[in-house]
């Protein structure tokens, strides 16, 4: 094993990053760790190297005596359609505080044997463009979920080939970057990641004590011990067994400490504090690291052990996989504003999907630890960069107190600020949990209690979830992860967003601070980190959670799957979701709340689309009744770097894919289902009468509509359904094909840059032409069909619109939203194989599937599901 004290000295100044986050028309942010003390200066300029606006400085927060940490925001004023580069200059210190002198970025960045470590070609510092003026030119990146170890090459890395060929123009370069969750496993690590981790969390936060600043000890646990107590292999026993409450699948390797849960981020982000592949530590190191542990140990826990060492090697190839392709990863972070929210990955699997986990872990005082270590680092790596104005200098927010509380700290004084850090990052302790269940929750008309997880617990609480607004379109980050209610108990599907938090993460102009615009024709992007609704067989699983559980216990032997994370459909949490996101468009001409949402959602390791049209004269909990006629549609990616045989099956069968023959008996097949509702009183039933097609053996009588369950599927049917009343709302979900497919050149010519000015209506196709050729013609809707139904390779989506105004005398409106799905793969579709693989990496053709989503509510491939007779 190569330790990094050893190798520290000869690294470069910038440990991880830099990285573009946040960028508006009046301000650009960028985040980075850097091994020294710094005041960072961002200055932002033009293509040829002008300086646009004044620039801005700020200070690094000392996290560790080798780990300082910075997120710096420029004002200035932008425009779109133009190229713009940063360039950053750091003024560093030593540990008392003496002035060492000013590194430029360029070489705060070497030695490095990449060519262009951190810009791309014409332009010798990272480069960025803001959305366009024309929506139909936007590009938004997306994925989720990526692991290091995971099998198959890490497809975050394909965005460097697409930034490389649109660098120099500003409609055609990708514009923003959104991940939806689990940008590290915390849970899942590989033994041999694990061990380099600890290694660097001590070196970088510091161990021996001998020299001032910073971190000068390891975190003593609450357990008594130290992390490094604790060798990979060996935390099941303390973090399941033990009685800290995780129910993670594998805890073997889980992280503990808040080093090693921001070294994960350094390590998934950037090469820089990497060994060379070969001095990753071997089988044989993690072996005699873990059975230190375990002496004198129980037969079993031997037996265990010996069956853990043999999955290193494979775990090993995995992770070298993931740390070839990094460079080109830290390459796109620094030249794509990137936007992020947290799912449990980024904390623990399962985190706060059950009312009994919540329980379990807050229940327990290292529980409370671990998860505070995840949302500090969380709060240091991810959400600093969303929302800098919750950190910024001379102000009370919750973020400025926390980097204050961590500033130039020690080990000892972060365990002792425990429960000030747990209220800023919004952990519970027993006793909230505690005070806020009741002995039974009322659902429908009181909202008795809120999450048990990372909520404001109080007004000095960090906030997760953001919305932003550009000319063009409005991004909506909600956080339904830390913010769930369990009206339903235990063992039960959660409200995934509370009724309160469905109005707050999803706000109208007026709750903006300060308040925005109308949407008006920006097209609306909201991210759920989780599915809504997912693909048939997770529903049946949650629906038959007991079958699913055993069969996950023999198949996987993991006790605790991921069965109640998804938007149910129908629920009561769905409905509102819907009526919230009607709220957003103001009522037409006709009073008729009308528009377009596109829901982007991973987590579950493939790729997908849904559509959904919503028609409602009484909107679900109107007290007074509005008319709305929306569509809804649903683009997944995921994920980034995890794929197993099971996502493959979904990519060779579909979408209705089980690994066992006896699971299709549980499911619904069905691409499209029809859904009615009511606003019912108390006690008020609606009984539809008919029977449901299940499948082709099995058929089920209509729900009867209640107060509490108010929406009842009734397509597709068996017999025609006769209402006694007509619904108040209805809403139709299709599961989509692909359309198109194709491979995309390995060394695809550049796209040149527009014309100064103006660019005519020929400039602009002559260099959509050239686009089209170098990524994938994504807008050739007459492509061959993809045979791929789901991509379950790893894979990165981009999501483009077509957007024409709305005939509104003609009723139609053709908006698209065009969801285009990319993974390597060895051979083209055609079957023509890679004439010179590389041996290291064999995966070298990009295949895309495109997705193509009709936004027109009136569309008539897609007309309402409607009973034989509604009303009397």
Known sequence: MDKLQARLPNLPLILAGPILRRVTDSSVTVWAALQKAASVTLQIKSDTGVNVGNPATAPTIAVGRFL???????????????????????????????ALGVTSLANAVTPTSVPNPISY???????FALPPADLKDLRIIHGSCRKPHGNGPDALSILDGLIAVTAQNANERPHQLLFAGDQIYADDVAASLLMQLM??????????????????????????????????????????????GFTSADLRSHLIALGEYLCMYLFT????????????????????????????????????????????????????SHLKTLPKVRRALANIPTYMILDDHDVTDDWNMTLGFCEDVYGSDLGRRVVQNALVAYALCQLWGNTPEQFQAGTAAAGRTLLTALDNRTAASYV?????????????????????????????????????????????????????????????????????SYAYGDKATADLLPPDQITAQIPLPADLTPPGPDLGDRALIIVVSTNAPPAQPLRAATRHD???????????????????????????????LLKRITDKFKPDAAGIHYGQAVLLSGDVHFSFATRLSYNATNRFEDTTPQKAHAIVAQLVASAFKNQTGKTLGFQREGYFYAPYSFLHALMFLDMTEGYAGWNLAPGQQIFPSGWLQ?????????????HDEPTVKIFPSDVPIVMPQAPHYRYRLDYLLPEAQATQPRQPHPVPPLPAGNASAADRQAALATFNAATGNYRAHNQKPGKEKLIGRNNISELTFDWPARDVSAGVDSKKAIHTVRWRENVT?????????????PFTFVAWTTYSVSLDPNDPHYPDKRAAKEGP
């Open 68 to 98: 300082h940490i910075v997120a710096v925001t420029a004002p200035v004023s932008l425009t779109p359609g133009v190229i713009y580069t940063y360039d950053i200059n750091f003024a560093t210190f030593g540990p008392t505080g003496t």
């Open 121 to 127: 070609p014409p332009y010798p510092l990272p480069s």
């Open 199 to 244: 290694d660097a969390s001590n070196t970088l936060l510091g161990t021996d004590g001998s020299a001032p600043g910073g971190w000068l000890a390891q975190e003593l646990l609450p357990t008594g011990r130290l992390p490094s107590d604790y060798p990979p292999l060996t935390r099941t026993r303390i973090l399941g067994d033990g009685g800290a």
């Open 269 to 320: 982000w950037s090469d820089v504090l990497w060994p060379a592949p070969a001095a990753l530590p071997t089988q044989a190191e993690v072996a005699a690291a873990a059975k230190t542990a375990l002496n004198p140990g129980s037969w079993n826990d031997i037996v265990r052990l010996t069956k853990d060492i043999a999955d290193v090697p494979g775990d090993l190839v995995n992770v070298v």
């Open 416 to 484: 002792q600020n425990s429960a000030t850090l747990q209220g800023i990052v919004g952990v519970h302790t027993a006793a909230q949990v505690t005070q806020h269940k009741p002995e039974k929750a009322v659902y429908h008309d009181q909202h008795t209690w809120l999450t048990v997880g990372g909520m404001r617990v109080s007004a000095d609480s960090l906030v997760y979830n953001f919305t932003y607004t550009w000319p063009t379109h409005q991004l909506i980050m909600t956080d339904t992860r830390s913010w769930r």
């Open 546 to 576: 007991i079958i699913a559980t055993r069969a996950s216990i023999l198949s996987d032997g993991d006790a605790h799957p991921d069965l109640y994370e998804s938007w149910e459909l129908p629920s009561l949490g769905f409905d509102r």
């Open 694 to 706: 299940i499948d082709s053996s099995i058929q089920a009588p209509l729900s009867t509509a209640t």
């Open 829 to 841: 579709p055609t079957g023509i194989a890679d004439p010179a693989p590389d041996p290291d990496f």
